[in-house]
């Protein structure tokens, strides 16, 4: 299996407080360099509380964020962001909130023609052709195609957005929170959904959600984020199973399972850091009940080797 995505060193930066004239007051590192490999047919789930960098990384992904540092590799092809139409072609995103990220002006019809024209270059035949055939494989009527967006349900629209994203024929779906604005019933429709898209045209998916279930469903492989840093990554089932990153672990606990009483968390903080005022070493350090002063020393990185990966000086252990 070769690799469908690699990131390499990527990272971005966004100068705070920033003056007409005169340096800014700081600088927010939202994602840390990271290093990942998304497999061809893999499904990548990217799990994290609000603010560890989950969407910007995927903006990046799709080139509507620069990168400050590091590369982004498709096949074997590094993308080139001066070129949006190169982007559009082999990686596509789906959005959290399916209605707002459909144009109101335009019908479905011109939303789902504005690829076909604009990266492929398609006469009126073909794209009436192609949008007959997209619409097909995700269960939606023709004459949907004549209605405007606000016309429709959230399951619909999200129907809808994925429509959009298979026009470009890209085999790269970005994934960010999908189905987190919907009722559970229609999650489950629109997962099974991507799933059956996924076998079918051989697609590969990064999963993004704070959904801990969701992602574990769906997903191949994990990886963790934590105030811009990958901290965990390795197979779905041992994520869930045995965490190895006192983070994950804390993730894990948190998340509401029916029958079971709410709890605090463990630890001895509840808040991320300052972005503007990091932590030395380890930026989990304040809310870990395994810290030490070795901890401090530096940020760890991802141990290298092939399988359940995590950046820790402290890892859980199986009798932890």
Not at 97 to 119: F, G, W, Y
Not at 252 to 279: F, Q
């Amino acid at each position: 299996m070769s690799a469908a995505l690699k990131l390499e060193n990527l990272s971005k930066a966004f100068p705070v407080g920033k003056r007409l004239f005169g340096a800014p007051k700081g600088i927010v590192h939202a994602v840390q360099p990271v290093d990942l490999v998304v497999e061809e047919g893999e499904t990548l789930g990217i799990v994290g509380e609000s603010g560890c960098g989950k969407s910007t990384l995927a903006r990046m992904l799709v080139g509507l964020l620069p990168a400050s540092t590091g590369s982004i590799e498709i096949g074997g092809k590094p993308l080139n962001n001066a070129d949006p139409a190169e982007f559009g072609k082999r990686i596509q995103y789906v959005f959290q909130d399916p209605i707002s990220s459909l144009n109101p002006r335009k019908t479905i019809r011109q939303v789902m023609e504005a690829p076909l024209k604009r990266l492929h270059g398609m006469g009126k035949a073909d794209r009436d052709r192609r949008i007959a055939e997209i619409f097909d494989s995700v269960n939606l009527r023709q004459e949907f195609l004549e209605r405007y967006p606000h016309e429709f349900s959230g399951g619909q629209a999200q129907r809808i957005g994925i429509a959009r994203a298979l026009a470009a024929e890209a085999k790269i779906l970005i994934l960010d929170e999908p189905v987190s604005a919907l009722d559970v019933s229609v999650q489950a429709q629109v997962l099974n959904l991507l799933a059956d898209l996924k076998a079918k045209l051989g697609l590969t998916y990064l999963f993004i959600s704070h959904d801990l279930a969701v992602v574990e469903a769906v997903s191949d492989r994990v990886a963790v984020l934590y105030f811009g840093s990958v901290v965990e990554v390795g197979r779905a089932e041992d994520i869930f199973r045995a965490p190895k990153h006192p983070y994950t672990r804390l993730l894990a606990n948190s998340a509401p399972v029916v029958g079971r009483p709410l709890t605090a968390p463990e630890g001895r903080e509840t808040e991320l850091p300052d972005p503007l005022n990091p932590p030395p070493g380890c930026p989990f350090k304040p809310r870990c009940p395994r810290a030490t002063d070795e901890c401090a020393a530096a940020r760890p990185g991802l141990l290298p080797d092939e399988g359940h990966r995590v950046a820790c000086i402290h890892p859980l252990g199986a009798g932890d």
